[in-house]
T-cell receptor, first 116, second 111 residues
Framework: SQTIHQWPATLVQPVGSPLSLECTVE??????LYWYRQAAGRGLQLLFY??????ISSEVPQNLSASRPQDRQFILSSKKLLLSDSGFYLC???????????????FGPGTRLTVL | SQQGEEDPQALSIQEGENATMNCSYK?????LQWYRQNSGRGLVHLIL?????REKHSGRLRVTLDTSKKSSSLLITASRAADTASYFC???????????FGRGTSLIVHP
C-alpha cells in the first residue's frame, strides 16, 4: 500500500532563517507531487507541483522553492523565511498514469510552520 | 482563483441529524471530489464523482452532482460526533491533474 510521509510535523523558525520541508512517498512510482499551504481556517493554496524528477511548476510567486531530487521525494525550501510564510504545509501525491482525469489526491499529515 | 465554493461555511448540528454541504463551481469539470480534514491533519479523500454520474454512495455519505447547475452536494446521514471536521470539494477540469479546492465547510456535530 502507498504511504506518504512529511517531516517535521511542527516547526518554529525565526524570520530570515532558511527552511526545508521534506515529503516522501512509498509504494508507488512516478507519482505527481504537490505542495499546498493552508492558512488558518482557509482553503488550500497550491504552491508547486511536479510530474517527474527535476520538473517543478510554480503556481504563485513567492520566496519559496521546491525540488524533486528523486522520484518519490519532494522538498519545499526557502532561503529566508517571512512572517507571512507561517501556515500549514501539506504534501500530496496522485497517480501519474493516464490523463489524470480520475485522479484523487492522497495527503500527508502536514507540517505546522510558525515564523516568529 | 477558487473553482469550487462550499456552502455553508460553517454548520453546527446535533448527533443523529443529517448534514448537507453544497459545492458550486464555474467551469466544466471531469470529476468532482470531496475530502475531509480533521483539525490539524491532512485531507482524506472521501468520494470521487465523475461528470457523467449523478449520484454516488459510500456508507453514510451520499454525493450528488448536477452539471447543469454546476453544483454538488455531500450528505452525511445520521451524523456522529466523530464526523466533526472540515469538508472540501475539489474539481478537475480538462486534462488537468491539478484539482482546485474550495475553502471548505466546517462541520461541528454535538454529542
Amino acid at each position: 500500500s502507498q504511504t506518504i510521509h512529511q517531516w517535521p510535523a511542527t516547526l518554529v523558525q525565526p524570520v530570515g532563517s532558511p527552511l526545508s520541508l521534506e515529503c516522501t512517498v512509498e509504494g508507488t512510482s512516478n507519482p505527481n507531487l504537490y505542495w499546498y499551504r493552508q492558512a488558518a481556517g482557509r482553503g488550500l493554496q497550491l504552491l508547486f507541483y511536479s510530474v517527474g524528477i527535476g520538473q517543478i511548476s510554480s503556481e504563485v510567486p513567492q520566496n519559496l522553492s521546491a525540488s524533486r531530487p528523486q522520484d518519490r521525494q519532494f522538498i519545499l525550501s526557502s532561503k529566508k523565511l517571512l512572517l507571512s510564510d507561517s501556515g500549514f504545509y501539506l504534501c500530496a501525491w496522485s497517480s501519474g498514469s493516464g490523463s489524470g482525469s480520475y485522479n484523487e489526491q492522497f495527503f500527508g499529515p502536514g507540517t505546522r510552520l510558525t515564523v516568529l | 482563483s477558487q473553482q469550487g465554493e462550499e456552502d455553508p461555511q460553517a454548520l453546527s448540528i446535533q448527533e443523529g441529524e443529517n448534514a448537507t454541504m453544497n459545492c458550486s463551481y464555474k467551469t466544466s469539470i471531469n470529476n468532482l471530489q470531496w475530502y475531509r480534514q480533521n483539525s490539524g491533519r491532512g485531507l482524506v479523500h472521501l468520494i470521487l464523482i465523475r461528470s457523467n454520474e449523478r449520484e454516488k454512495h459510500s456508507g453514510r455519505l451520499r454525493v450528488t452532482l448536477d452539471t447543469s447547475k454546476k453544483s454538488s452536494s455531500l450528505l452525511i446521514t445520521a451524523s456522529r460526533a466523530a464526523d466533526t471536521a472540515s469538508y472540501f470539494c475539489a474539481t478537475l477540469s480538462g486534462g488537468s491533474y491539478i484539482p482546485t479546492f474550495g475553502r471548505g465547510t466546517s462541520l461541528i456535530v454535538h454529542p
